[in-house]
């Protein structure tokens, strides 16, 4: 999904004229840039989120006005008017995401968009919400959260006074499971690693590249819909249709994997047949080479281990079956997507 410049063009009622995103797709980025022109008066039917990157801005949400600083943003309901003002001279500029509500919920017969989704369009939810640096916005943030109880969270990691995963904890330790989305410049995985503990269900590097943030909520909601499971699946579960020397290969590296010199010979040795047979015969029945599988497999006796927070990120590598904890740092992230 790149990143638009604004161009607010609106109807003689304030109604934005613009179309954000695809209909399967229904969400745009866009870069503003206040120094150039300010935001008018508008409305839409999609939600706005944006963040401030430089400068500082005068954002307006029907009656109240308020003055953002530079890592400050504000978020916009469904149908709510509001605009945006260069303040001060700062050249202010701004990242914003405007997403239809179809986008989390689905249709309106789906129980996601009558449980999570409908509450935020009726008259009782909030018109706008400003993130500002002021001690009470974490607070009023986490009950937010517990009011209107939404489907789905996207943060970034650094905030003031709390990060995200200061808030993730938080909200576990309140007992609410609710799916988050943690965005961060930190390539750390220890960050990883803390977020995969908590449940975050996502942790993408900015600047993200086209179509990260449209495949994570696309496999959320695969994820909602009951279409995926928790985590990754491991290849081969199903046994049943298997011949005996795949069945054998698969057992083998069940009680293997931790050996870091494992290899494809030592498996074909072990079962008394041409490694090319095996392999040819692996891939037929399971659509995975060997490498592959084993892989996996070391990757989800990671996730396992990682939940436990006694255990290091290098001694959970060397318990899989990796000598090289850099290398089994960007494998686990290639396949978790954490």
């Known amino acids: 999904m790149s990143i638009l410049p604004c161009a607010v063009r609106t109807d003689p009622q304030g109604r934005e004229l613009i179309r954000?995103?695809?209909?399967?797709?229904?969400?745009?980025?866009?870069?503003?840039?206040l120094d150039l022109a300010p935001v008018p008066w508008h409305w839409h039917d999609e939600w706005e989120a944006a963040?401030?990157?430089?400068?500082?801005?005068l954002v307006a949400v029907e009656g109240e006005k308020r003055v953002l600083r530079r890592g400050e943003?504000?978020?916009?309901?469904?149908?709510?008017?509001?605009?945006?003002?260069?303040?001060?001279?700062?050249?202010?500029?701004?990242?914003?995401?405007?997403?239809?509500?179809?986008?989390?919920?689905?249709?309106?017969?789906?129980?996601?968009?009558?449980?999570y989704v409908q509450?935020?369009?009726?008259?009782?939810?909030?018109?706008?919400?400003?993130?500002?640096?002021?001690?009470?916005?974490?607070?009023?943030?986490?009950?937010?959260?517990?009011?209107?109880?939404?489907?789905?969270?996207i943060t970034d990691l650094?905030?003031?006074?709390?990060?995200?995963?200061?808030m993730l904890r938080c909200l576990r330790d309140r007992g609410n499971h609710v799916y988050v989305i943690i965005l961060t410049a930190y390539d750390s995985f220890t960050y990883a690693q803390s977020a995969l503990r908590l449940?975050?269900?996502?942790?993408?590097?900015?600047?993200?590249?086209?179509?990260d943030l449209e495949q994570a909520v696309t496999a959320l909601r695969r994820r909602m819909e009951g279409a995926?499971?928790?985590?990754?699946?491991?290849?081969?579960?199903?046994?049943?249709?298997?011949?005996?020397?795949?069945?054998?290969?698969m057992d083998y590296i069940g009680k293997h994997y931790q050996d870091p010199n494992i290899s494809i010979s030592d498996i074909a040795l072990d079962l008394g047949i041409s490694e090319g047979h095996l392999s040819r015969t692996f891939k037929k029945e399971t659509d995975y080479t060997l490498l592959n599988y084993l892989t996996r497999y070391r990757i989800h006796k990671a996730m396992e281990l990682l939940r436990d927070c006694r255990v290091k990120v290098y001694e959970v590598a060397e318990q899989v079956g990796y000598r090289d904890i850099t290398y089994f740092s960007a494998t686990f992230k290639k396949l978790v997507g954490v």
């Open 20 to 33: 954000h995103g695809t209909a399967l797709f229904p969400a745009a980025c866009y870069h503003d840039r």
């Open 51 to 57: 963040v401030l990157w430089r400068g500082s801005a």
């Open 73 to 115: 943003g504000f978020f916009i309901n469904a149908g709510v008017l509001h605009a945006a003002w260069d303040h001060a001279g700062s050249a202010c500029q701004f990242h914003s995401v405007v997403f239809h509500p179809r986008l989390v919920g689905g249709g309106v017969d789906s129980v996601f968009w009558q449980k």
């Open 119 to 153: 509450p935020l369009l009726e008259g009782g939810a909030p018109r706008g919400v400003f993130l500002d640096r002021s001690a009470r916005w974490h607070r009023e943030a986490l009950e937010a959260v517990e009011r209107l109880n939404p489907s789905l969270i």
């Open 158 to 166: 650094k905030m003031p006074r709390m990060d995200g995963i200061e």
């Open 199 to 211: 449940g975050a269900v996502d942790f993408l590097l900015k600047p993200f590249h086209d179509g």
């Open 228 to 249: 995926e499971r928790e985590e990754p699946a491991l290849p081969g579960l199903k046994k049943g249709d298997k011949s005996k020397y795949v069945l054998e290969a």
